[in-house]
């Protein structure tokens, strides 16, 4: 096997396996920037011996054996080390824990290391920006390059961000274990929401010239998608799994032929990834099984069924989305919610009933330099034929966003307002 | 990306012989690690050509042919659809395939990347397929 072609098999094998064996030896070592460096150790070993003797059969275990040869290593040298420092009594402390975590472990099922490596990765103690990296690096088995690439940001920012969150996570000694109880509920959220904030990253670029980055989006699915089939009974799982399907299922149609943001109503519907659509349908009426209809993700994947399901625009049934966001905002009261539901109402029943809304929005102090506001209003009044007051809030809605593609349509936009005055 | 894994008719799977437990038992959790690893998109098997059709073309011309079919190694007994990131990443996945044979003997799976509709250029045709697609 030629070297370069060893390596990108190797690269594979490593994106399957990475994230079930880091689980696997943070369970052992409970500590998951060590397991994460004997994975890795590991990693190099494959790399020194496979390009000569090939992939072997099964090369997750090839990989697992390696590192926990490397760990039960470390770990008695650890103990003889302890041993000649500490208290006889403190000795015996070590040695039970040793006993307990390491070895016999190993016959757990692989899905609950999995779970407890995503609940400590987006563990609360984490800021969003570390909890992102580390699940990307951890679960996603990107490399450093690949998540600061992806952001915009450099690649060393990345690295810090990972370093200090393990030294966050080995600080607060957060226990590599999934949350029981009522803490799961809000553990989940924050799991699910680091998801949602990669796909969102990749769906809405918010920075840069890309209006999305697909790859990013991928990403995100593929995690959940993972985590639909770790917690195959939580329907919130499968709320979002739903979302991101059906809205991923709109990639194509919503990138224009020179990299332009193309709005909902106006794509070509037939672009649509109907497989994606299927899946998402098919995940939502999951979540809706186990009970979970009145979720926020599946309420926001119920909205995105109503426009898959319409084959044409003037097929979408607004009055239902309407109300689906008036559920989510008594859920999760939000400004951005009401605004959707704005947008809906004015689909609806006309934009007048529309503006009302938008208009009790205005002073909202979340909203200030939220460009959809003005982009939003903007477009109520151009329906409305009040076209200097929609030039002048699609021209502010430009000067918000930081998104180069979006401004440029909000800009066009604008002009046209401009000339039918 | 995407890649069909496209399996193989054999002379049992073609006389719709069920495969074993033991069969049935490797290919469900073959397909469960790919739902675990978040990489399966679609997959199912195909009953005997006995039941299908295929349509003959001549120029305007066309003839329906009722099965079953006689090439059998030519002839499709189910697919697995997965999206990965690379070409390696499902070469890797697909050398994990089991051996779909229903006697265990020979078998074989055929490995496609899907065409994106980005990978043809703008084109009439290409539109009109897209319209097409809505209507499934």
Not at chain 1, 82 to 100: F, N, Y
Not at chain 1, 306 to 316: N, Y
Not at chain 2, 51 to 72: C, H, L, N, S
């Amino acid at each position: 096997m030629a070297a370069a072609e060893a390596h990108r098999a190797i690269d594979a094998v490593w994106r399957i396996e990475s994230a079930r064996l880091i689980a696997g030896l943070a369970r052992m070592v409970r500590d998951i920037g060590l397991a994460e460096d004997l994975a890795h150790d590991a990693l190099v070993a494959a790399l020194e011996r496979w390009p000569e003797s090939g992939v072997p059969d099964n090369p997750g275990a090839w990989l697992m054996a390696t590192a926990k040869h490397r760990a039960i290593d470390l770990l008695r040298r650890n103990t003889r080390l302890e041993r000649k420092h500490e208290e006889l009594g403190h000795e015996l402390e070590v040695q039970q824990e040793m006993a307990g975590p390491d070895l016999d472990a190993m016959d757990d099922p692989v899905g609950d290391d999995l779970l407890r490596l995503i609940f400590t990765a987006c563990h609360p103690v984490l800021s969003s920006e570390a909890r992102v990296a580390l699940t990307l690096r951890l679960l996603g088995g990107l490399t450093t390059e690949e998540i600061a690439r992806a952001f915009l940001i450099p690649e060393p920012t990345v690295a810090q961000r990972i370093v200090r969150a393990k030294r966050t996570l080995a600080k607060a000694q957060v226990p590599f274990e999934v949350p029981r109880g009522a803490e799961l509920g809000a553990r989940l959220s924050s799991v699910l929401e680091v998801v949602y904030l990669v796909f969102n990253e990749g769906y809405t670029a918010t920075a840069g010239d890309d209006w999305m980055r697909p790859a990013l989006c991928e990403d995100a699915l593929r995690l959940g998608r993972i985590l639909a089939g770790l917690a195959p009974r939580e329907p919130e799982v499968h709320g979002l799994v739903a979302l991101m399907e059906i809205q991923a299922s709109r990639s194509h149609a919503r990138v224009g032929p020179s990299g332009e943001p193309v709005l909902l109503l106006d794509q070509d519907r037939a672009r649509w990834d109907h497989l994606l659509i299927r899946r998402g349908l098919a995940a939502l009426a999951r979540a809706e099984a186990l009970g979970g209809a009145r979720g926020p993700y599946a309420l926001q994947a119920a909205i995105a069924a109503c426009h898959a399901r319409a084959r044409a625009p003037e097929d979408t049934d607004w009055e239902r989305i309407a109300a689906l966001y008036g559920e989510l905002a008594w859920i999760t009261p939000s400004p951005i919610v009401e605004l959707n539901r704005a947008v809906a109402v004015a689909m609806a029943r006309g934009p007048a009933a529309g503006l009302e809304i938008v208009d009790t929005l205005t002073s909202e102090p979340l909203l200030q330099d939220y460009h959809l506001l003005p982009s939003v209003r903007g477009d109520l009044l151009v329906k409305l034929g009040r076209l200097d007051e929609a030039r002048a809030e699609l021209e502010r809605a430009a000067s918000l966003t930081r998104n180069a593609r979006e401004r440029e349509l909000l800009l066009a936009r604008a002009a046209a307002a401009r000339e039918e005055i | 990306m995407r890649f069909m894994f496209i399996v193989k008719a054999t002379q049992d799977s073609e006389a719709g012989v069920m495969p074993e437990e033991k069969l049935f038992a490797a290919m469900a959790g073959y397909h469960e690690e790919l739902q675990k690893a978040g990489v399966l998109l679609d997959a199912s098997g195909l009953k005997p050509s006995a039941q299908g059709w295929r349509v003959k073309y001549d120029g305007e011309k066309r003839t329906v042919i009722d099965g079953p079919f006689a090439e059998v190694k030519e002839l499709i007994a189910g697919y697995t659809l997965i999206q990965v990131k690379s070409r390696e990443e499902a070469m890797e996945w697909a050398r994990r395939f089991p051996n779909p044979a229903v006697d265990g003997k020979e078998g074989e799976v055929e490995v496609r990347q899907l065409f994106e509709l980005e990978d043809f250029g703008p084109s009439e045709a290409v539109e009109r397929f897209r319209e097409m697609e809505a209507l499934k």
